[in-house]
C-alpha cells in the first residue's frame, strides 16, 4: 500500500485524508441455533465464507444501545485514525474472488418504501429537477430530489473497542438493501472491524437529515465481512454487512424500502456513489453524492475508481449502477473504500465479486429458519 493512503472510516477525517470503505454484514443479534448453522453451512458449500460476529443480540442490549446515542454522542462522533500501513493492506487478491471470467453476474431489484405524502413529494420533486443531476458530478453535491434513495441511505454510528482510538465513537454510511430477512445494511469492512476487533454500538440511522432521525435508530444483531478483511484488512475486500433488529414490529426494508444489490458485474460503468461526508467542508448532517463512470486502480489495488470530493465519513456508502434519478432507486455494486492522499478527488471502492456476494447472502438469510 502507498505510504500515503489512509482511511475514512469516521467523520471529521481531513480532505486529504484517504478513504477505506469496504462493506461489512452487521447484525447485533444472533441468529438462533440451528437456523444459524444451516445458513453458514450453506453459504461456505457455496463458496467464501464470511466472518460473522454476534453484536446486540437481547431486546435489553438493543435497548440500552438506541439509548446510548444521544444527539450529542452523534454529533460528537471522532474521526479515527488510520492503523500502520503496509503490503498486506494490498494482498494481491485471487483473480477467481473478484471479476472471474467464469463468475456469473447475480443482481437483486430494489424494494419500494411504504408511499406516505412526503415521500410522493420527493419523489415529484425528483422527477421535475433530474436535469439538475448530471452524469458526472465530482465535486460531492448535496442529495437535494428525495426519493429512495433519502430514504434507504444513512448514517452508521460505532464504538472503537481497540487500538489508539478505543473507547472513540466514529461515524461510516450505510444503505438498506432488498434482502430475504428485509433487515441487511451494507457498509465497508472498517465499519464493522478495525484493528482487528468488531466495533461496538453498531446502529443504523437511515435518512439522516441535520440530526433529524425520520425512520429511527437500527441496533445490529450481526455483523459481517470478508474474510480477508477479517484476518488482514485486505482493502480489496473491504466490504461488509449489518443485520439490524426489528423495530415495533417491522423490519428495516418494510419501513424505508431497499436498494437492489448486483455482483461480478463489468468494470466501467456509470455509477453513482452517495455517503454522509463529515471532514471538510461537510459536517455530516446531509446526504451527498458524486457520479461518473468508473475506472481501475493502476496503482496499488483491484478496487474501481471514481472522481469524488467526498471526505471521512463517506466511508461505506453505496455505488449504484442502473440508479434512476427520479425514483432515487439503483443496485449497490460498491461501497466508498479509501482514497491516495496525493490524490483527493479520487476515490476508491472494491469489486463486488464472489466475496461480497457471500457476504450479502450469509446476511439475508441469517435468522430464517
Known sequence: MHPSARRLAAPTVTAAGAIAGAMVLAALTAVPGAAATAARTATA?????????????TAAEQRTVRKFWTTARMEAAEPLEAPGTGSRHFAAAASALLDASGASPAAVAPTSAPTSAAASAST???????????????????W???????????????TVTTGSDAGRNASC?????????????ITA???VKLNGAFHANWVFVPGYDQGDRPDGTWPATTLLTTSQWNSGENMNFDIAAAVVA????????????G?????????????????????????????????????????SSEDQGLSCGMTGGSSGGPWLVNFNQSTGGGMVNSVNSFKYNFAPSWMFGPYFGAEAEAVYNTAQNTGLS
Not at 458449500?45 to 443480540?57: F, K, L, N, Q, S
Not at 429537477?129 to 448530471?134: I, K, L, P, Q, T
Not at 430530489?145 to 452508521?156: F, H, L, Y
Open 144 to 158: 437535494t430530489a428525495g426519493g429512495t434513495i433519502a430514504r434507504t441511505t444513512g448514517r452508521v454510528f460505532f
Open 124 to 142: 415529484q420533486a425528483a422527477a421535475a429537477g433530474s436535469s439538475a443531476y448530471v452524469s458526472s458530478r465530482t465535486s460531492g453535491s448535496s
Open 173 to 185: 454510511t450505510g444503505t438498506a438493501v432488498t434482502s430475504a430477512n428485509k433487515s441487511v445494511v
Open 189 to 191: 469492512g472498517h465499519c
Open 259 to 299: 436498494q437492489g444489490v448486483a455482483f461480478n458485474q463489468p468494470r466501467g460503468r456509470q455509477t453513482y456513489a452517495f455517503g454522509y461526508p463529515a471532514g471538510a467542508p461537510y459536517d455530516g448532517s446531509r446526504l451527498v453524492y458524486c457520479s461518473g463512470r468508473t475506472f481501475d486502480d493502476y496503482l
Open 45 to 57: 458449500a457455496a463458496g467464501p465464507r464470511p466472518a460473522v460476529h454476534d453484536a446486540a443480540d
Open 246 to 257: 426489528p423495530q415495533g414490529g417491522r423490519s428495516l426494508t418494510e419501513v424505508v424500502g
